[in-house]
């Protein structure tokens, strides 16, 4: 079999946390999703589909020609495997594209249970080296998620010395685990629930002091400034300036992190590396020309900085955040268009208050932002409000310009409630 490197379009992976941010995912410019069933999956705290909304996920999608892959990636026990059959019997029905396993035993059963749904190997099995991939390679497995920890010149070495027709999958933009591809044990020490088993509490994300051996009791601080010390605090990787290095490293799939995200934010990861995709496949002087519109738009989706990691060598001291655990969030998330009425309302299910009068911004799938103002809002049962502050509300909302399906709305903060009363 071909060993070598490829060069080709890469797949754009978008996460989902619910039906909604699926198809957001969808009509924002994903060629692939992936999701979380309600177990299994390394995200418990995450909303994740339930078997119905799965099968209406999956069929969204299909219809659109974007792929779904399906997370099983928890590090099972003994107690899991039973209910981990009949979970794989319940996907072997709705015909996933892909299932995304980090364990052996999980990945037998898969084999076994759905032969002709491809399985792809979760950055939780640690895949470090070459080896590990023809090992994965010999077993059926179709793609590998590479571990955050490896270069990019690492990964085009792995990408010449396995079959071509295996898949390398590397993440391209999201939040950093502070431990080894995700495999941390702070969560279970501290507050027993097992990171490994989907239920991490982030522990990296918080604050610490240092305690000395024979003073115990006694906490000292080490101060950057006075809101504290974040030891494992990592900086998000953003690879937006550097799609040409990830396509020449043979990487097939570019993975967003983030299947805890909302709406708005998967819209703005997925448009902008959409763009910075297909223009750099159009031409690298087009690609070069628009990186300060894809670095302008990345910034209005939540982040803590941005960071490349590990892929051009091992990450310093400017790598972490030391004087905070908070994200920069400059936009609020207002809701999805989900339809259109013959007069021009769109309904959605509001998600944060706003007000009849303010200025808001229309965010299409095509990268246009318009500014509109919100000129009227009725409820479902078409009486006249002038503010939506009920989370999970249906609106019907009146703008100075159209919207259309699956168009998100969202608001600046700066001028949130420029326009109210």
Known sequence: MQMGAKRHKPELLIPAS??????????????????????????????????????????????????????ANILAHNDDLEGARAYFHELKEMEPDALIIADPGMFTLAKEICPDIDVHVSTQANNTNYMTYLFWHRLGAKRVVSARELSLKEIKEIREKIPEDMEIESFIHGAMCISYSGRCLLSSYFTGRDANQGACTHPCRWKYAV?????PGEYLPVYENERGTYLFNSKDLCMIEHIPEMID??????KIEGRMKTALYVATVARTYRKAIDDYMESEEKYRANIGWYKAEIAKCTYRKFTTGFYFGKPDENTQIYDSNTYVNEYIYLGLVEEVSKD????????????????????????????????????QDGETVESAPHS?????VDLSERADRYDLLRVCKEAEGTGGE
């Open 249 to 254: 490293a043979g990487i097939d799939s570019f």
């Open 211 to 215: 305690v000395e051996e024979k003073r």
């Open 392 to 396: 999970k509300q249906l609106l019907w």
């Open 344 to 379: 021009g309302l769109a309904r959605i299910e509001q998600k944060n208050k706003f007000c009849v009068g303010d200025y808001i911004e229309i965010m299409k799938p095509d990268g246009r932002n318009i500014p509109v103002q919100v000129c009227a809002l009725m409820t």
């Open 18 to 71: 619910s039906l909604e941010v699926l198809k957001t995912a969808v009509r924002f410019g994903a060629d692939a999703v992936y999701i979380g069933g309600e177990a299994f999956g390394l995200r418990a705290k995450a909303k994740n589909f339930s078997v119905e909304e799965m099968k209406k996920g999956i069929d969204f999608a299909h219809k659109y020609g974007v792929r779904v892959h399906v997370t």
